[in-house]
């Protein structure tokens, strides 16, 4: 199912791989990092272990998984049915490392039944000068779960992040964001 932003679809499945994909390009394509974090009740982080990217790949609860990167795609897996039940949110992000996500092409997000492989919902995506970039969330909402079309970038966030290495900057600002305490509606997540 094609979703446009802002959309949202039920979501059947209890484990789902999320799959960030784009057209590999040549030099000053930025690469590109998948990560998740995972939100509670009041829309933030519990802290740093809930930050899930190619450096920490697994969430404690083993619930949310870095899978690995390969040529033009990244890929989260998360087992909704294992989540702990203060987790609300998971949130699929992204950095681009080296450029903006507007050097990005065919930037598209494809979740998908883990253990089907059924395709559950596919979102295309466009960006300008953004480092930082949220695809979706699946969310809980009266005991189910459910995905929904983000397409929210952020090139620089509301605080300074220039005391951060540059490679950095991108790909921490969606954390770093929540656990600074910024509320999910400045976010517009």
């Known amino acids: 199912m094609s979703l446009s932003k802002g959309a949202n679809v039920p979501v059947g499945a209890a484990s789902v791989r999320a799959v960030l994909s784009w057209s590999v390009g040549g030099a000053g394509t930025p690469d590109v990092d998948a990560s998740a974090l995972l939100l509670g009740a009041d829309g933030r982080v519990r802290g740093d272990g809930d930050f899930v ?3 920490q790949p697994r969430h404690a ?3 949310v998984r870095h899978t690995g990167k390969r040529s033009g795609a990244d890929a989260v897996e998360v087992d909704l049915a294992a989540l702990e039940p203060g987790v609300e949110r998971v949130v699929l992000a992204a ?3 080296g450029g903006t996500f507007g050097q990005v092409s065919g930037l598209r997000l494809t979740l998908s039944d883990a253990g089907t492989g059924a395709e559950v919902a596919v979102f295309d995506m466009a960006a300008t000068t953004e480092t930082a970039f949220v695809s979706g969330e699946l969310y809980r909402r ?3 779960w459910k995905f929904r079309a983000v397409g929210q970038g952020y090139a620089s966030g509301p605080v300074s992040f220039s005391h951060l290495p540059a490679p950095e900057t991108g790909r921490k600002l969606v954390c770093r964001l929540l656990l600074l305490n910024q509320q999910p509606t400045q976010l517009n997540i």
């Open 95 to 97: 950095s681009a490392d």
């Open 61 to 63: 609860s083993g619930a």
């Open 142 to 144: 009266a005991g189910a």
């Open 53 to 55: 990217f190619y450096n």
